[in-house]
């Protein structure tokens, strides 16, 4: 089986069991192939733990999950040096980070020391301590939640720390038939418990699927697309006035990595070997949601970072 046909049968899967938000397994997959974290914001109860957590059971690697809470100190998510008195030596005792798979519960909900300790072994794949630097492994992957019900006694990330994130996924409650089929499964899995995983993906083949996605074919035209929808989140005035007034930051140039790596995601998920001007705009929303920040007028006539997105989509020409 191709490294492509493994990731779809893994899609499917997983979609099975992660009912009504096929958005989130989708980004799951593409922040594993683009080598990205994610930040996902829903409402509790949302299969948010669940799908990480599932995903970790079809990959031969570990899985953590980390609850921020507001006493959390760094040491508790990176490691701590220990005294061992046997030896009369400190001994550095590796944190939950250094899983493979690592879920960052309300993320929110922890101090800034804490958050910031994260987001630079997010960033820097290694975690220092004392003199001494410790390299994170190669298949590392976070997914950070966010709660946006309850804001009080939260502290929100700055947003040049979200930038570190690959997406930004909004995720919301299923519909009718899905709630149907969530029930359904509840019960069936309560009756008889949860099915084995059959299908396991090793490190090896999730980094050789990395390179099929790297060398994945981009036109021209779909490149200076690409660049050119990133090139308007900066300079809005060149194609709508009205954007000048609304927008008061655009997307660094990690956004427009991430846009090219998320765009060839896509396309490799679906089964297709190049990349169309449909797969930048499939994915631009969670990749800009948070790299387009809104002036503070933009928020009085409650015009929202994804209604930005959407006209930047429409004001930008499509290459032929």
């Not at 893994?10 to 958005?23: A, C, M, P, T, V």
């Not at 949860?194 to 980094?207: D, M």
């Not at 800009?288 to 409650?302: C, I, Q, S």
Request: net charge negative; charged share 25%.
């Amino acid at each position: 089986m191709s490294h492509q046909a493994k990731f779809q049968a893994l899609r499917d899967q997983l979609s099975k069991r992660i009912i009504g938000q096929e958005r989130l397994v989708d980004r799951l997959l593409m922040a594993l192939l683009a080598d990205g974290h994610l930040l996902v914001e829903g409402a509790p109860g949302l299969a948010k733990t669940k799908a990480i957590k599932a995903l970790s059971e079809h990959i031969d690697g570990d899985f953590h999950r980390i609850q921020f809470t507001p006493d959390l100190l760094p040491s508790d998510v990176t490691g701590s040096e220990i005294y061992r008195a046997e030896t009369g030596h400190f001994e550095f005792q590796k944190g939950p980070i250094f899983h493979n798979l690592v879920l960052a519960d309300e993320v929110n909900r922890a101090p800034a020391k804490v958050q910031s300790a994260l987001l630079e072994a997010m960033g820097e794949r290694q975690v220092s301590v004392g003199l001494k630097t410790f390299p994170l492994d190669p298949l590392f992957l976070v997914m950070a939640t966010q709660n946006p019900i309850e804001q009080e006694g939260t502290y929100p990330l700055p947003e040049a720390q979200l930038d570190r994130f690959l997406f930004h996924v909004q995720i919301d409650h299923p519909d009718a038939t899905a709630e149907r089929d969530i029930l359904r499964l509840a019960r069936e899995d309560y009756r008889q418990g949860e099915p084995g995983t059959e299908l396991v993906i090793t490190p090896e083949s999730i980094f050789q699927a990395r390179q099929e996605v790297a060398g994945l074919y981009m036109a021209d035209a779909v490149e200076d697309y690409l660049v050119a929808l990133i090139l308007a989140t900066r300079h809005p005035g060149e194609i709508d006035p009205d954007l000048t007034r609304w927008i008061a930051y655009g997307a660094s140039p990690r956004g427009t990595i991430s846009l090219d790596r998320c765009a060839r995601a896509q396309a490799w998920l679906d089964g297709r070997d190049f990349v169309s001007p449909d797969d930048v705009r499939a994915v631009a929303f969670d990749v800009l949601r948070h790299r387009v920040l809104p002036t503070f007028e933009a928020e009085a006539e409650g015009i929202t970072p994804d209604q930005l997105i959407q006209r930047l989509i429409d004001r930008v020409p499509v290459p032929a």
